[in-house]
């Protein structure tokens, strides 16, 4: 056993390369890795990345972790859980991070339950309001249970004594954009396997695209700027044919794209860099989704999916329909989650490219990108009574991710197990340069899933949209303004 830890961990510290660093106050941060020499030489100076003290000692305490086990893989989950004989380097990796965390503070990382999403709410609820001391720290998939913060059930971060949210290791930016006025409740980054594989790109087969679209590099449209959302409107309907020749589009023809109206569509949104809200004066948000970029990009995004030929409206399953035709070989391109090439995409057998989702036009900036709303978030109960060892557990647990489990996942499983070419693996590093985040998207469950705004008009095939604004915007600041005060409270409270 001994000698299959020190494989893990060898394999592990080659496998150490620089990420992409973030653009802008507007992203979320991204993870630079330290390079193997840059690493060796820090390590003879401090044995740990983080601050904590060298002997500190909690005395055989364990710290409780209620994880939810939600879908696509249980990425949640294997951020946290994994065993001796973990043959996936992943989960070796993540089974080495504990074990020295153990090891270092003299303590346990327990599991204790994963639950079914979206139950684990219920449980938290249920706890803090007995005053049952059941859990130290809670890891949510951020769209169903991100309301455990305004529902009072979170202690407020900021005061938790040994966490620097300033360091690499942590989301700051992801997590800035969810505090009000400095109030956080909830902790994200390299803990979760979520916040490195969320992000939203398109993948392209490109054993498809030389047959149909021979003169067309997408690599280098990419670079040059030119990806956008009437270019792939326009590929899009030049790559349908229908196979069957029965005169009607189903799953046997070919399609230029195919999407169901779930979550890609919010990756296309802000792709195109569309804002539900903006930050005033104040650090509070303000709705801003009513201007004129939000309505070219409906309109836009109308004419691919209600009027397209070559697109096909997939039926809502969690974009197995979408992810399985791709796979077999039916669709030309489909903008969904990185993580996705991980579950569906490694028996493929035609190559597949994996590129930015298309700006909005070449006028935009950047390409751009946001985490999925599946981010793990961690929060702690305030039922916590064990708040100085969790802190300590969670920082020591975030930055060694940092230097083991995130190299590992971002450069092997992501970016060299399941791509199919080097330039694949840089238009990832390019995607993950500029991550927005957006503090009404993140907590959209309160606000009437504002955040959905989008994906429910497309798939009534609703062409207007600025009326059905005007009409739903009182109520959207109603919601807005009581989910401030409460998060404000309940951080008091």
Known sequence: MIAKKLACLLLIGAMLTPLSACGSTAEVDTAPTVSADAETETETEKRWLDDLPETMDLEGAS???????????????????????????????????????????????????????????????????????????????????????????????????????????????????????????????????????GVYCTFVNADMALDVLPDVDFYDTVNEGKWTLDLYNELTETAYADLNGNGEKDE?????????????????????????????????????????????????????????????????????????????????????????????????????????????????????????DSCTLFGVPKTNVKVDATSAVLEALAAESFRQVTPTYYDVALKAKYTRDAESARMIDLIRENIT????????????????????????????LASYVAQVSKTWQKKLDQLLTSLEENALS
């Open 437 to 464: 985040s957006d503090f009404v998207f993140q907590y959209s469950n309160k606000i009437n899933d504002i955040a959905h705004i989008f994906r429910s008009r497309l798939d009534t095939n609703k062409s207007e």
């Open 252 to 372: 046997d023809d070919r399609f230029g794209s195919c999407m169901s109206m779930e979550d890609p569509i919010d990756g296309m949104a802000i792709a195109a860099m569309v804002r539900w809200s903006e930050t005033d004066e104040n650090g509070l948000p303000v709705i801003t989704i009513d201007n004129e970029r939000t309505y070219a990009f409906y309109e836009k995004m109308y004419r691919l999916v209600c009027e397209n030929p070559g697109f096909y409206k997939a039926k809502n399953d969690d974009n197995k329909t979408v992810m399985t035709m791709f796979a077999e070989g039916g669709v030309l391109m489909t903008v969904n989650k990185l993580f996705q090439s991980e579950i569906y995409l490694r028996d493929m057998s035609e190559n597949f490219s994996i590129i930015p989702a298309p700006k909005l036009d070449e006028a935009q900036a950047h390409y751009n990108t946001i985490l999925h």
């Open 63 to 197: 710290i409780r972790f209620l994880l939810e086990d939600g879908p696509n893989d249980n990425l949640t989950e294997r951020s946290l859980v994994a065993d001796e004989e973990a043959e996936d380097v992943v989960s070796a990796a993540v089974y080495n991070r504990n074990l020295a965390i153990s090891e270092r503070f003299n303590t346990e990382i327990e599991v204790i339950e994963t639950v079914v999403m979206p139950a684990i709410g219920d449980m938290v609820r249920s706890a803090v309001t007995s005053g049952t001391d059941a859990y130290d720290v809670v890891g949510v998939y951020q769209y169903y249970n991100g309301n455990l913060a305004p529902d009072g059930m979170l202690m407020d971060l900021a005061a938790m004594p040994h966490n620097d949210f300033s360091r690499e290791y942590w989301g700051g930016k992801y997590m800035d954009s969810m505090a009000c006025k400095n109030i956080r409740f909830w902790a994200t980054g390299d803990l979760s396997l979520r916040y490195t594989g």
